[in-house]
């Protein structure tokens, strides 16, 4: 049973470089199995630098997360946090 | 090796020269051949799985020095290259690759080959990716093949590193201490390694092109960031020059001269990137916020709330001081392919800044100030605003109508905002003439010495064959800018200036003299001037600058500062 959630991107850049890295550093963190993809498009590896970063997403944008696994709502969570946090706001 | 002087021209990073041998610096390693008798897959992939934790232990100790060097928001770029070291996809494609019998440096390669060439064919922030996979790459090649890269971290000292190209992480590693310069084939005034040479205060010259590459390893070399060149076996004079150009220590806090007059040392602010090295610099605000760098490289005009979030940004990376936002500035030289401007028999004295802003851009006008005053009341530090190239009294009293009427709609929509600082930026020879009209009507006037020179003495800033003319320490724009700082405060006006001289550590001494209250400049030479001002005493600079005034040709003008 997969969970999914769609999250519009707040960061100013989208989802690249430091956003970028922190939401691929946060999805391998989790054991559930994350993808990531626009909301009508293909989905891709949410745990892949090349793959997140190759989606383009723009801030404003709408990213639709599938999570599934054994923590995957709590995947889902961690996810859409940083996709809704200002860059400069994001740990260091 | 010949030892003829030989002048490169590219785009100056940083306004400081530097002087010394040619360290050429090559990152693409060799592929090793593949072996005869095949490779041992098992033992390929272990020294895969090494090389991906070197590389992780090598971006986290450059990622630290980069973000005490540089800044944090630079040194995030080092994060993504750890995420792309780490990338399954690359992983289960090096590992495909070993398996149809590549060893792992060659296999690395191919596995990247695809993707790097995928972001290539994008356009803007996606071909940066194209870089960092680069990056990425060759550092996994070179950990592979025990590459005798030159180590950027431990150049001797007085190296000058000449590249086709620099990544954000080669740039992070030199250090200033004891590189002199570099200078890239590449790259333009806002790539990467031009905005961190010039947080670093790195000499720099970039976009060479291919000339740059016919420049022997070891050759003697003067990196002129100011002019913008690469000069091959300099002169003695040359180098001299360059070798006595000293760096102060930062200050971080508002100055005051020796005898406790407070100047206001600021930054002119053409990028976005730029204010976080301003800051630490230690600049007191920002004296001249281009607002142009919004409306380039872009299809249509940034909107309100992009502009407002900039704005925002700026003032609140200087709680304490204050930002003055010049509104958009195009014509002349400067292009926005979406704005039309017309073609004109002479741009510089044609439609440009504030008369486009009444014209034919009245809407990007409003939209602009829209932000403008919404941000005033949102962000951190003192906003000001200021307008270009205003010529007479009619002109400012409709940009401050303007101004009313948005801060009117505003108020009836209920929106939060408040009235900044205003003020007038002197670059015409009539601006200088009733600047006191201006200052009786505005809050503060800022001098832009690049065009008020060109005005005042009618000489092109972009043409050689008057550049002797173009200069401010003429005493005729010595004249128009003392008139200019009388009339502003008679009329209780404060008066900066924002040209490139207020940044020239040689004459700080006579801008105090002048009387100016402000001065900004590029980031790089704030510690300088700061430096320069602490040592000032007032009455002796007013000394000075009478001199200057009365003197009769620039040659004694100059002789005067140099006696002081």
Same mark, same amino acid.
């Given at each position: 049973?997969?969970?999914?959630?769609?999250?519009?991107?707040?960061?100013?850049?989208?989802?690249?470089?430091?956003?970028?890295?922190?939401?691929?550093? #946060? =999805?391998?963190?989790?054991? *559930?199995?994350?993808?990531? +993809?626009?909301?009508? %498009? /293909?989905? $891709? #590896? =949410?745990?892949?630098?090349? *793959?997140?970063?190759?989606? +383009?997403?723009?801030? %404003? /944008?709408? $990213?639709?997360?599938?999570?599934?696994?054994?923590?995957?709502?709590?995947?889902?969570?961690?996810?859409?946090?940083?996709?809704?946090?200002?860059?400069?706001?994001?740990?260091? | 090796?010949?030892?003829?002087?030989?002048?490169?021209?590219?785009?100056?990073?940083?306004?400081?020269?530097?002087?010394?041998?040619?360290?050429?610096?090559?990152?693409?390693?060799?592929?090793?051949?593949?072996?005869?008798?095949?490779?041992?897959?098992?033992?390929?992939?272990?020294?895969?799985?090494?090389?991906?934790?070197?590389?992780?232990?090598?971006?986290?100790?450059?990622?630290?020095?980069?973000?005490?060097?540089?800044?944090?928001?630079?040194?995030?770029?080092?994060?993504?290259?750890?995420?792309?070291?780490?990338?399954?996809?690359?992983?289960?494609?090096?590992?495909?690759?070993?398996?149809?019998?590549?060893?792992?440096?060659?296999?690395?390669?191919?596995?990247?080959?695809?993707?790097?060439?995928?972001?290539?064919?994008?356009?803007?922030?996606?071909?940066?990716?194209?870089?960092?996979?680069?990056?990425?790459?060759?550092?996994?090649?070179?950990?592979?093949?025990?590459?005798?890269?030159?180590?950027?971290?431990?150049?001797?000292?007085?190296?000058?590193?000449?590249?086709?190209?620099?990544?954000?992480?080669?740039?992070?590693?030199?250090?200033?201490?004891?590189?002199?310069?570099?200078?890239?084939?590449?790259?333009?005034?806002?790539?990467?390694?031009?905005?961190?040479?010039?947080?670093?205060?790195?000499?720099?010259?970039?976009?060479?092109?291919?000339?740059?590459?016919?420049?022997?390893?070891?050759?003697?070399?003067?990196?002129?960031?100011?002019?913008?060149?690469?000069?091959?076996?300099?002169?003695?004079?040359?180098?001299?020059?360059?070798?006595?150009?000293?760096?102060?220590?930062?200050?971080?806090?508002?100055?005051?001269?020796?005898?406790?007059?407070?100047?206001?040392?600021?930054?002119?602010?053409?990028?976005?990137?730029?204010?976080?090295?301003?800051?630490?610099?230690?600049?007191?605000?920002?004296?001249?916020?281009?607002?142009?760098?919004?409306?380039?490289?872009?299809?249509?005009?940034?909107?309100?709330?992009?502009?407002?979030?900039?704005?925002?940004?700026?003032?609140?990376?200087?709680?304490?001081?204050?930002?003055?936002?010049?509104?958009?500035?195009?014509?002349?030289?400067k292009g926005v392919p979406y704005l039309d401007l017309p073609e004109e028999e002479n741009p510089f004295l044609g439609e440009r800044g504030i008369r486009r802003s009444l014209g034919p851009d009245a809407d990007l006008f409003e939209t602009q100030l829209r932000a403008l005053l919404r941000?005033?009341?949102?962000?951190?530090?003192?906003?000001?605003?200021?307008?270009?190239?205003?010529?007479?009294?009619?002109?400012?009293?409709?940009?401050?109508?303007?101004?009313?009427?948005?801060?009117?709609?505003?108020?009836?929509?209920?929106?939060?905002?408040?009235?900044?600082?205003?003020?007038?930026?002197?670059?015409?020879?009539?601006?200088?003439?009733?600047?006191?009209?201006?200052?009786?009507?505005?809050?503060?006037?800022?001098?832009?010495?690049?065009d008020l020179a060109q005005y005042v003495m009618a000489a092109a800033r972009e043409n050689d064959r008057v550049a002797d003319l173009h200069d401010p320490l003429h005493p005729g724009?010595?004249?128009?800018?003392?008139?200019?700082?009388?009339?502003?405060?008679?009329?209780?006006?404060?008066?900066?200036?924002?040209?490139?001289?207020?940044?020239?550590?040689?004459?700080?001494?006579?801008?105090?003299?002048?009387?100016?209250?402000?001065?900004?400049?590029?980031?790089?030479?704030?510690?300088?001037?700061?430096?320069?001002?602490?040592?000032?005493?007032?009455?002796?600079?007013?000394?000075?600058?009478?001199?200057?005034?009365?003197?009769?040709?620039?040659?004694?003008?100059?002789?005067?500062?140099?006696?002081?």
């Open positions: 049973m997969s969970t999914e959630r769609t999250v519009t991107v707040v960061p100013e850049d989208g989802l690249h470089a430091r956003p970028a890295a922190a939401f691929v550093e #946060a =999805a391998n963190e989790h054991d *559930a199995d994350v993808e990531v +993809g626009t909301p009508d %498009g /293909d989905l $891709v #590896a =949410a745990g892949s630098m090349i *793959a997140v970063t190759s989606l +383009g997403v723009a801030e %404003g /944008d709408d $990213v639709r997360l599938v999570a599934d696994g054994d923590d995957a709502d709590a995947a889902l969570d961690a996810l859409a946090a940083i996709l809704t946090t200002p860059e400069d706001e994001l740990d260091a | 090796m010949s030892t003829e002087r030989q002048v490169l021209s590219g785009t100056g990073a940083t306004p400081r020269a530097g002087v010394g041998t040619v360290v050429w610096y090559d990152p693409e390693t060799e592929l090793p051949d593949l072996p005869a008798d095949g490779v041992d897959e098992a033992a390929e992939r272990e020294r895969f799985e090494a090389a991906r934790e070197t590389a992780e232990a090598e971006l986290e100790r450059e990622r630290e020095r980069t973000a005490e060097r540089v800044g944090e928001a630079e040194a995030a770029v080092f994060d993504a290259h750890v995420q792309f070291v780490n990338d399954p996809t690359i992983a289960d494609a090096v590992e495909a690759a070993i398996d149809d019998g590549l060893p792992a440096p060659n296999a690395v390669h191919e596995a990247f080959a695809d993707h790097i060439e995928q972001f290539e064919g994008m356009d803007g922030r996606m071909a940066e990716r194209a870089d960092d996979l680069r990056d990425v790459r060759d550092r996994l090649v070179r950990i592979l093949t025990d590459g005798d890269r030159v180590d950027l971290a431990a150049l001797p000292e007085g190296a000058v590193v000449l590249a086709e190209r620099l990544t954000p992480s080669d740039t992070a590693q030199l250090n200033p201490e004891r590189v002199a310069g570099f200078a890239t084939a590449t790259g333009g005034r806002t790539s990467h390694a031009a905005i961190f040479a010039r947080s670093l205060a790195l000499p720099a010259v970039v976009g060479v092109g291919d000339a740059l590459l016919d420049v022997p390893d070891d050759a003697d070399v003067l990196v002129d960031g100011d002019a913008g060149e690469l000069v091959v076996n300099p002169t003695d004079e040359e180098r001299e020059a360059a070798r006595t150009e000293e760096t102060a220590e930062v200050r971080p806090d508002p100055i005051s001269t020796a005898d406790g007059k407070a100047i206001e040392v600021a930054a002119n602010v053409g990028q976005h990137a730029e204010v976080e090295p301003a800051v630490e610099r230690g600049a007191d605000g920002i004296g001249l916020y281009r607002t142009e760098f919004l409306f380039l490289d872009r299809e249509s005009p940034p909107d309100e709330d992009e502009q407002f979030e900039t704005i925002v940004e700026a003032l609140d990376a200087f709680p304490e001081g204050r930002v003055v936002v010049r509104t958009l500035d195009v014509g002349g030289d941000a005033a009341a949102a962000g951190d530090g003192d906003l000001a605003v200021m307008f270009p190239l205003v010529a007479t009294v009619e002109e400012l009293a409709a940009a401050l109508e303007r101004v009313d009427e948005v801060a009117a709609d505003l108020e009836a929509e209920g929106v939060d905002y408040a009235r900044p600082e205003l003020g007038v930026m002197i670059e015409t020879p009539s601006a200088a003439f009733v600047a006191d009209e201006f200052a009786e009507r505005v809050d503060f006037l800022s001098i832009g010495t690049n724009v010595l004249r128009a800018i003392h008139h200019t700082v009388q009339a502003g405060h008679e009329g209780d006006a404060w008066v900066g200036m924002c040209g490139e001289m207020a940044g020239d550590p040689e004459v700080t001494e006579l801008l105090v003299g002048l009387g100016l209250d402000e001065l900004s400049m590029s980031a790089v030479t704030i510690p300088d001037v700061k430096a320069n001002v602490e040592t000032t005493d007032t009455d002796a600079a007013a000394d000075l600058a009478a001199d200057a005034r009365a003197a009769d040709t620039r040659t004694k003008v100059l002789d005067r500062i140099h006696r002081s």
